[in-house]
C-alpha cells in the first residue's frame, strides 16, 4: 500500500511537471507547424488598504500584483499561466498555507510577501470536447459567492467572506474533461491536489473565534482574550495539520451533467473528496501549562448537487439543492473535539432583477440543515443565509454603487457593505466601501464585529 | 450635416465601384437615370414601403468582425474597446456573442444574447474573475449596452426599424448636395413600446439606393431629444449593407460613442455552437477563415 502512494505521488509529481513543461515547450510536442500566439495578457497592480473603524487601526495594506497570459499554441491546442504576488504589512495577513498540498504551495513566502502560481493548464479542444491539465479550477453551481452545490474548489477565506469576488477559488492540479453529446453537456474533474481552503493565521484580523468554528472551543478554554495578540494565542493553542498530499486519499473527484429544461437549464453532479472546512481534533493529550494541540482534519465526503436556473424576461431564477450523507461534525460530548459524522441537506434558491431606473437586484436565500439523531451540534442545527446586493450604474457605466447585504436569518448577525467602484480610465480603477459586521460576538458575523473597516483600492491594469 | 453627405456620397461611390456586381448594376441605373422606386427619394413611396424595404434589406446570416468602441465623455475622457462580434441570424433568432480584447480589465469578458423569436430572449456573461458563465436577465431593448451610447435594442435591429413597433410617416425628403433622401418618421405604437425601447419617436433619414438610414434622431420616452446616430461609413458585405463606422452622440448626457467595425467577413456556415452559453467560457472563439 505505501509503494502504491508512493508511486502514486510521483505520478502526481510527473503531472505537474508534463503540465508545466508542456506549457512552456508546447511547440516542442504539439504539430510542427503549430505557432504559440499570445492570446491575452494582462497584468493589474492593486494598493488595498482598510483602517479599522473602531480603533482607527490600519487593519489592511495589501499591494497585490497578478498576471493573467493565454496562450494559442493552434487551432485545438491553448495554454494558461496567471500569477499572484502579493505583499502585506497589516492585521489581515495573507492567511494559512500550511493546508496546501506540498505542490501548491506558493513560490516564495514569508509573513509579508508570497508569490503564488495561480493557473497553470493547457487545454486540448476539438469541438465540444476539451481536456484541461494542470493547475485549474473547477466552478460548479449556479447561486452568487454563497456554497451549496459548489463545494469542489478550495476558497480563500482569509478576509472571510468581505472580498470583492465570492467566493475566491483557489486552483488545484488536476485534470478536466468536458464533451457534449446529444444535448447532454458532460463535465469530470478529478484534482489530484489535497488543498483545502485557506484561512486567517492565528492573531490575524479574521482569525476563526466563533465557537461554530472552533469545536466548541472557546477563547476561555485556551486561556486568551478576544484581542489577544498572535504570541499569545501561539502559547496557548497549536493548530495542527496533517500534510496535505497528492495521495489518492486527498483528491477530489466529480461529475457532472447538465442539459437544458424547459426555458432553463438543469444540471446533476456528484463528487467525491476531502471537504474544504476542518473538523477539529485533540492531536495530543491536554497538558497543564502546555499549549492545547489541535488537529485541523480534513475528511472525505460526498456531495450530491442539482441546480437549474432559467430566465424570465427581467428575472432570472436559481436553484440549488445539495445532499451530503456523510458530513463530518464536530459535535460537544465528553470529550473535548468530538467527531463525528451526520446528513446535511443544504437549499438555495437566488434570484436577479433588472429593475427599473437601471438597478440590479440580486437576492439568495439558503437553508443548510443537519440532520443530528442524538448528536450535539457545535453549530445550529439549521442556518438560514440571506444575501441581498443592489447596485446601479452612472456616467455610462464609469462608476458604480453597489449595497451588499449578508446575514444569518437565525442567528442575527451579518454584514453591511455598501462600496463604489469609478473607472478613472481603462487603466485606473478606485474603489472604496465600508464592512460593517454586526451581531452577537459568536455569531458567524459577530465574531468579526470589532474588525468592521473602510476600505479602498487603487488599481492599475495593463 | 453638410459632412455626413459628403462622406457618404464619395464613400457610396466608392463602394459602388469597387464592391460587388449588384452594387455595380445599382451603379449603371444611377447613372442611366432609370430611376426605379429605390433610386431616388422623390419617387412616390408610402413611409410602410420605406420602413419594409429597410427590414427587408439583405443580412448576412453568419457574420464576424472586430468591434472598436471609443467613449467620449463630457470633460474629454476618453475609454476604449475592442471587441470580437460574432453575428448570427438564423430561421427568425438572432444570436450575438461579443468577446472584449482590450482594455485589459476587460479582456476575455464575454457577452453572448439570444433574440428568440419564439420565448424569452437570454443574455449571458463570462467574468474572467468569477471562473463562471453567468445567466443574466433579459435585457431591455432601452438598456445601454457596457457603458456606451448603443442601447441592446441599436445594437440587435441593425439600423432597421421593427415593423411591429412604429407607427410611420414620411416627412419631406430632404435633399443634401443634389441628392434627396428619403425622412421617415416613426412614433412607438404604445407606452409599453415605448418603455421598451426607450425612445418615443424618430427621424431618419435613409438612402434611397441602399435603404440604409445615414442618419437617425431619437427621443426619449417624455419626447425630449435623446440621442443622434451618424453613419459615416458603409460596406456592402457579401451583398449586405454593415455600417462600419458611425457615432451615437448623446444629447443629454453631452456623452458621444464611435463605433468602428474592422475586418468583417461573411461567414455563411457559421457553426451555431460557438454562439452558446458553455463556449463562452472558453473566451474568444477561433473561427474558421479568420
Not at chain 1, 131 to 141: A, D, E, H, L, Y
Not at chain 2, 267 to 278: F, G, H, K, N
Request: hydrophobic residues 40%; contains cysteine; neutral net charge.
Amino acid at each position: 500500500m505505501r509503494n502504491m502512494l508512493f508511486t502514486y505521488q510521483w505520478a502526481c509529481y510527473c503531472l505537474r511537471a508534463v503540465s508545466l513543461v508542456s506549457l512552456f515547450l508546447s511547440w516542442g510536442i504539439l504539430p510542427v507547424n503549430a505557432e504559440v500566439k499570445l492570446q491575452s495578457g494582462r497584468l493589474s497592480l492593486e494598493y488595498r488598504s482598510g483602517v479599522n473603524l473602531q480603533n482607527g487601526d490600519l487593519d489592511l495594506s495589501r499591494v497585490t500584483l497578478s498576471s493573467a497570459h493565454k496562450f494559442r499554441f493552434s487551432s485545438q491546442w491553448s495554454g494558461q499561466i496567471d500569477t499572484l504576488s502579493q505583499l502585506a504589512s497589516d492585521n489581515t495577513g495573507l492567511g494559512r498555507v500550511d493546508n496546501f498540498a506540498s505542490l501548491n504551495r506558493p513560490i516564495f513566502d514569508n509573513n509579508k510577501a508570497r508569490v503564488e502560481l495561480a493557473r497553470a493548464s493547457v487545454m486540448w479542444r476539438k469541438r465540444g470536447t476539451s481536456v484541461v491539465i494542470g493547475k485549474q479550477v473547477t466552478p460548479w453551481g449556479v447561486l452568487d459567492g454563497i456554497q451549496v452545490t459548489d463545494r469542489f474548489d478550495p476558497v480563500r477565506r482569509r478576509d472571510f467572506v468581505l472580498t470583492d469576488m465570492r467566493p475566491e477559488r483557489i486552483a488545484r492540479w488536476g485534470v478536466r474533461w468536458r464533451t457534449k453529446v446529444d444535448g447532454w453537456h458532460i463535465d469530470t474533474s478529478l484534482a489530484l491536489d489535497g488543498s483545502t481552503s485557506q484561512q486567517a493565521r492565528m492573531g490575524d484580523a479574521f482569525f476563526l473565534t466563533s465557537t461554530r468554528f472552533t469545536a466548541g472551543l472557546t477563547l476561555d478554554d485556551v486561556n486568551v482574550s478576544n484581542q489577544a495578540g498572535e504570541q499569545v494565542i501561539k502559547n496557548n493553542f497549536e493548530i495542527v495539520t496533517p500534510e496535505r498530499s497528492h495521495a489518492l486519499a486527498h483528491s477530489t473527484a466529480g461529475l457532472k451533467v447538465a442539459h437544458s429544461l424547459g426555458d432553463g437549464d438543469v444540471s446533476l453532479m456528484v463528487f467525491r473528496g476531502p471537504d474544504a472546512d476542518p473538523v477539529l481534533g485533540l492531536h495530543s493529550m491536554l497538558k497543564v501549562n502546555q499549549p492545547i494541540r489541535v488537529s485541523f482534519d480534513y475528511l472525505r465526503r460526498t456531495v450530491f448537487g442539482a441546480t437549474y436556473d432559467v430566465t424570465q424576461g427581467a428575472t432570472v431564477w436559481r436553484l440549488e439543492l445539495a445532499y451530503i450523507p456523510d458530513q463530518p461534525l464536530n459535535i460537544l460530548a465528553s470529550v473535548p473535539l468530538a467527531q463525528a459524522r451526520g446528513q446535511r441537506i443544504l437549499t438555495g434558491v437566488g434570484m436577479d432583477w433588472r429593475a427599473p431606473n437601471d438597478w440590479f437586484i440580486n437576492t439568495q436565500l439558503v437553508v443548510d440543515y443537519i440532520e443530528k439523531d442524538n448528536l450535539s451540534l457545535v453549530r445550529p442545527q439549521t442556518d438560514t443565509l440571506l444575501t441581498l446586493r443592489a447596485q446601479r450604474s452612472f456616467y455610462n457605466a464609469r462608476l458604480v454603487f453597489k449595497s451588499e447585504l449578508l446575514a444569518s436569518v437565525n442567528q442575527g448577525d451579518g454584514a453591511i457593505r455598501p462600496a463604489f467602484a469609478f473607472d478613472w480610465s481603462d487603466r485606473i480603477k478606485l474603489q472604496s466601501g465600508i464592512d460593517w459586521l454586526f451581531g452577537d460576538p459568536n455569531g458567524q458575523f459577530g465574531q468579526f464585529k470589532d474588525a468592521s473597516r473602510w476600505w479602498a483600492s487603487f488599481t492599475y491594469t495593463f | 450635416m453638410k459632412t455626413l453627405t459628403t462622406n457618404n456620397k464619395s464613400r457610396l461611390v466608392n463602394i459602388l465601384t469597387s464592391y460587388a456586381p449588384i452594387a455595380r448594376y445599382l451603379l449603371v441605373i444611377a447613372f442611366i437615370g432609370a430611376s426605379p422606386a429605390a433610386v431616388h427619394a422623390n419617387t412616390v413611396l408610402s413611409a410602410q414601403d420605406v420602413a419594409i424595404n429597410i427590414v427587408n434589406r439583405a443580412a448576412n446570416e453568419g457574420r464576424v468582425g472586430n468591434m472598436h468602441f471609443t467613449l467620449h465623455n463630457d470633460t474629454g475622457g476618453v475609454r476604449q474597446r475592442s471587441a470580437l462580434f460574432v453575428h448570427l441570424a438564423r430561421q427568425g433568432s438572432t444570436k450575438i456573442g461579443i468577446y472584449f480584447t482590450a482594455p485589459a480589465a476587460l479582456q476575455n469578458t464575454g457577452f453572448l444574447s439570444y433574440d428568440n423569436v419564439s420565448g424569452s430572449d437570454e443574455n449571458w456573461l463570462y467574468l474572467p474573475a468569477t471562473d463562471r458563465v453567468r445567466k443574466l436577465p433579459a435585457s431591455s431593448k432601452g438598456d445601454y449596452f457596457m457603458g456606451t451610447d448603443l442601447t441592446y435594442g441599436d445594437i440587435k435591429d441593425n439600423f432597421k426599424f421593427a415593423l411591429d413597433d412604429w407607427n410611420f410617416s414620411m416627412g419631406e425628403a430632404l435633399v443634401i448636395e443634389h441628392k434627396s433622401y428619403y425622412r421617415l418618421q416613426g412614433i412607438a405604437i404604445n407606452n409599453d413600446k415605448k418603455q421598451e425601447l426607450g425612445y418615443s419617436s424618430f427621424v431618419a433619414l435613409v438612402d434611397p439606393l441602399t435603404f440604409f438610414p445615414m442618419k437617425i434622431e431619437y427621443s426619449d420616452t417624455d419626447g425630449v431629444p435623446l440621442k443622434i446616430i451618424s453613419v459615416q461609413g458603409l460596406e456592402l458585405i457579401a451583398e449586405a449593407w454593415i455600417a462600419t463606422h458611425f457615432e451615437v452622440t448623446n444629447s443629454q448626457l453631452a456623452h458621444k460613442t464611435e463605433v468602428i467595425l474592422s475586418e468583417v467577413q461573411h461567414i455563411p456556415d457559421l457553426p451555431e455552437e460557438i454562439l452558446t452559453a458553455d463556449e463562452l467560457g472558453y473566451g474568444v472563439p477561433s473561427i474558421a477563415g479568420r
